[in-house]
């Protein structure tokens, strides 16, 4: 750390040893042009004529000197090493800045002294030292003024290129300012992320709820998060479910042996509550509205546990064992229930649009009034269950088991139900316009005959009615 103090100290003093050099080389450049120019107060002093020689004798041309053309150099060199420095050395930030200012400020020395110079008196039409012929022509009052004035115009020329790289440089520095303002940002977000997540691991609840929060906010804060934290709360889920023995416990919770369904219905401790809540309002959908990044509680088990009004939409809960639970009026919207035991579960006005119910078992599930439209459940077990007044519109439920399921009122129109058995199932007051009936069996079957049914709904020659063979 003391390092840098004495660094930033050697490179100013080095920019200012150097713009000094600089400016000494302009200086004296500039007294060499001056001195070598005939000057405007003496006039050059008519030749004297010899008696012996009728021509007029004239001065010889200045002789040429080689090294004159080597003024550039000083400037040249540390441009170039300062440049080479602000490109390859990457750190720290302020001191590629120095070296950049300072390889620009040398540059532009060298520029006005080439314009100001040799361009000048080019633009002016010395294109090369004047012979004697021409010097006794024009004075030196000329010649200053021929110079002058095309110094003049370059240097208006060289002002709007100044102009222009200070606004070039005044972008370049906004640019770095944003970036160092972001880089900052992430730091800070970073040191958030690592304190919520250490309050995850703390032994106090509230503690880890307040981390749990704290994560939701941050992923508010920062999208390129949400999917890290939506995996990290999900597997906080997965390892503290209603059935992990947790610090401090010998035996797992009532409910949590071999049958699920024995033990009182209990509430889900705050923190895991909250994160499952948390967890499944990050998910992730794609422009048609499909689900991309889920919640991950695959597997997870809360048998007899009370979820009411939970929000859950979206969520990945295949294999998760709920059964006995309570999920009335829970939102599991395109949720993914695949192999989910939801044996004896209460899901009054649960929403279960567009879900995956793939192979779930809803034995004795009561589904009064549940949204299952659209839902995806071919081979689910609804045998027993409760689906009075259930909405399965444009469901499909193929090979679907609804043996002795009430299904008094229930909108079924347009859903496949091919190859499912509804042997002995209620069907009162149920819409069956449009349902795939093909191959079904619906032997038993009360509240509609067999000519209400094909009236209504599409059946083939392996769909089966008639009395029950059991």
Known sequence: MAAKPLLRAALTVAAIVTSAAAGAALASSAKERASSAPSSAEPEPP???????PSPRTPPPPPRRWWRALWPIPLLVPAAVCAWGAIVWADPGWARWVLAGVALAL????????????????????????????????????????????????????????????????????????????TTQQGQITDRYTRAVEQLGSGKSDVRLGGIYALQRLANDSPRDRDTIRNVLSAFVRNHDGCTV??????????CGEDPLVGVLRRPPADVFAAMTVASGLAAYDDGGRVIGRADFTDSRFPRTLFYRAVLAGADLSGAILAGGDLTEANLTDANLTRVTLTDAELTDARL?????????????????????????????????????ADLTGANLAGAGFRDADLTRASLAGANLAG??????????????????????????????????????????????GPRPW
């Open 420 to 465: 499912a058995e509804l042997g002995g199932a209620d069907l009162t007051g149920a819409d069956l316009a449009g349902a795939n009936l093909s191959g079904a069996d619906l032997r038993g079957i009360r509240g509609m005959t067999e000519r209400q049914v094909r009236a209504v709904a599409v059946v083939d020659s392996g769909t089966r009615f």
């Open 107 to 182: 540059v532009a020395c060298l520029v006005l002294a080439v314009l100001i110079g040799p361009a000048a008196r080019y633009l002016a039409g010395e294109r090369a030292p004047l012979p004697a012929v021409d010097r006794t022509q024009m004075t030196a009052a000329e010649r200053v003024e021929a110079v002058n004035s095309a110094r003049h115009t370059l240097v208006q020329a060289a002002t709007g290129l100044v102009v222009i790289g200070g606004v070039v440089f005044t972008a370049q520095g906004l640019w770095y300012t944003a970036e160092t303002l972001n």
């Open 246 to 255: 947790q610090p401090g416990e010998k035996t797992p919770p009532r409910g």
């Open 47 to 53: 030749a004297k004529e010899s008696p012996e020689d």
């Open 353 to 389: 649009t567009g879900a995956n119910l793939t192979n779930a078992h809803l034995v004795t599930a009561r589904l009064f009034r549940a949204d299952l439209t659209r839902a995806t459940a071919p081979g689910v077990d609804l045998s027993d269950a409760s689906l009075s007044d």
